[in-house]
């Protein structure tokens, strides 16, 4: 394992990048460094009950959030939390690549839920239903008709010129908002990303590298952090959190 690991550390080295253990606040240091701590203007796509704005509120200069949620108890909470927060703009709806209506999977646990149906035959799934205090009858309780929405049609809906941060946690849907940021993406109007990625089949689709960097490298975007959560041969789940952000 061991080996694996420096393998792994010495490929990523080869291209410039250092992989290093980090916690929350490391992200929002980098995030900070990124964009010179003035007013943010930032995107929490898969805000759930808002713990990435609890932090950002305490680790950035906001100008403003704009939360999507879309299931609806998960928004019902951020509602009571934020409304009188006039520096939240909160909306009941998904990011995606394009505008529609979409099946949501609403799953025991609210940061679960997904697009994607979950994939029973793996140790992960098993391990989740081994939790019965939370896991008691089935992991996806029930189905969301949701509205979806693009970041290109959104900014240009409202006015929004530039975006400072992104930050993306979608169960599997990361590629799919991406591809509906094209536009803003090769005009450079998005500042930075932060996204999950899971490398683990816990969901019926995979999400690769290639997916997420399609749109992103070439259109000027490096890949400046990762952190190490898992690998593939252990029981827990496989996921990085990357921040991608202009070559400049």
């Known amino acids: 394992m061991k080996l694996i690991k420096k393998t792994l550390l010495n490929i990523f080295g080869i291209f410039g990048y250092e992989i290093q253990k980090k916690n929350l606040s490391d992200n929002f240091e980098i995030l900070n460094k990124l964009q010179k701590n003035k007013d943010l203007i930032i995107f929490d796509i898969g805000a759930n009950t808002g713990r990435w704005i609890d932090s950002s ?11 999507f949620e879309p299931s609806k108890n998960e928004f019902k909470l951020l509602k009571e939390k934020y409304s009188n927060n006039k520096k939240i703009i909160l909306n009941n709806f998904a990011m995606g690549d394009r505008s529609e209506n979409k099946i949501l999977n609403i799953n025991y646990k609210g940061s679960l839920s997904s697009f994607y149906e979950v994939n029973e035959n793996t140790n992960w799934f098993k391990r989740q239903q ?12 029930h189905k969301e008709e949701v509205k979806v929405d693009t970041i290109d049609n959104y900014m240009n809906k409202n006015n929004i010129e530039t975006i400072d941060i992104i930050k993306i946690d979608t169960q599997g849907y990361e590629p799919k908002i991406l591809d509906g940021a094209t536009n803003s993406l090769k005009s450079k ?13 816990i969901y019926k689709s995979n999400v690769s590298f290639f997916e997420i960097e399609k749109n992103l490298i070439k259109n000027g975007y490096k890949l400046v952090s990762l952190d190490d959560h898992g690998n593939l041969f252990n029981k827990s789940i496989f996921q990085l959190n990357a921040i991608y952000a202009i070559n400049n």
């Open 57 to 67: 509120i305490h680790k950035f200069n906001i100008k403003n959030i704009h939360a």
């Open 189 to 201: 109007k998005i500042n930075s990303i932060i996204l999950e990625i899971i490398i683990s089949d």
């Open 130 to 141: 081994d939790n019965k205090k939370v896991f008691k009858d089935k992991f996806t309780i």
